[in-house]
């Protein structure tokens, strides 16, 4: 017996099926756009890091480089001083990321495994420290500098520093420290570890992907910050990268020199990013959610 098609119910399955390939298509052409508008500026600085004076002012400009000259950065180096801004970036950058995931950890164990008075608010207190603009807290930040005479000084972006990274990074580890049974750390008390053993030789081993992630976070957003580096550091030999930017104008602005500076910035955070995604994306993401 032969079955009947409702040629209603073809016609709506067709209607649905060119709907759902417009959507598609759609979403593929905003995704493109999205795509471009987001890689086309760094492209963009790139391509004119490698251009002489000429080049980058000639219209049209050219989108596919013509060749390669290296003259921007030699010029960066030779003339601007970009080695001593890139070994005072890395200086402050290294210590901070140190200092910070030690503290950090520590920290971390402390109110997500031992039972204290006031752990909860104390979380809760550094998840609210969250909400204030960094730009609010420059003043006082200047105060204490300025009271412990290290304004001027790489002393000054330190110590701000690992005071702003703190509570994000005590926030992120904590998910970490939260996930490893408890079980596991009861097993080793009873196998005769005190709480240092504990934490040193079970606890530190379980929570290493997530003390890798707070670094790597730390070493980029530190290695890009310009706000308080370029409001507590006043000689010019002992500027960070980023404030090194800012002497390239002059009477004309250097923006060959500026797009070559630009990229040495930006790619240390690309290449720690690009080889630690799985750290951000998969275990991350997935702490900051819970």
């Known amino acids: 017996m032969s079955r009947k098609t409702n040629p209603n119910n073809s016609s709506f399955m067709l209607i649905r099926s060119r709907r759902s390939a417009r959507q598609k298509l759609l979403i593929a052409v905003l995704a493109i756009v999205l795509f471009l508008i987001i890689v086309f500026p760094f492209y963009w600085i790139v391509l004119s890091s490698f251009k002489t004076f ?32 890139i070994l005072n970036s890395l200086f402050v950058t290294i210590i901070t990321v140190l200092c910070t995931t030690i503290i950090s950890t520590c920290a971390s164990f402390s109110v997500t495994r031992l039972e204290f008075k006031g752990s909860k608010q104390f979380q809760n207190f550094l998840k609210m420290t969250q909400m204030f603009p960094v730009v609010v807290l420059l003043v006082p930040l200047f105060l204490m500098c300025a009271k412990l005479n290290l304004y001027g000084t790489q002393g000054s972006l330190i110590l701000p520093y690992i005071a ?19 079980e596991i750390e009861e097993a080793a008390i009873i196998d005769g570890c005190n709480l240092f053993q504990t934490f040193t030789y079970v606890m530190l081993p379980l929570a290493v992907s997530g003390i890798v992630a707070v670094s790597i976070y730390t070493f980029i957003q530190v290695w890009q910050e ?3 580096a370029s409001s507590f550091i006043t000689k010019h030999s002992s500027y960070t990268l980023t404030v090194g930017l800012t002497t390239f104008h ?41």
């Open 54 to 85: 000429l080049e980058i002012f000639e219209v049209p400009p050219s989108i596919i480089p013509v060749r390669l000259d290296l003259f921007n950065y030699i010029e960066a180096f030779e003339v601007y001083q970009i080695g001593t801004f």
């Open 164 to 182: 702003l990274q703190i509570p994000v990074s005590v926030i992120l580890l904590s998910t970490y420290f939260v996930d490893i049974p408890m």
């Open 226 to 228: 310009f706000l308080i």
């Open 250 to 290: 002059g009477e004309f602005i250097n923006w060959g020199g500026l797009m070559a500076t630009s990229v040495i910035i930006a790619v240390p955070a690309m290449v720690l990013f690009t080889v630690s995604q799985d750290f951000f994306i998969n275990r991350l993401a997935g702490g900051v959610k819970e």
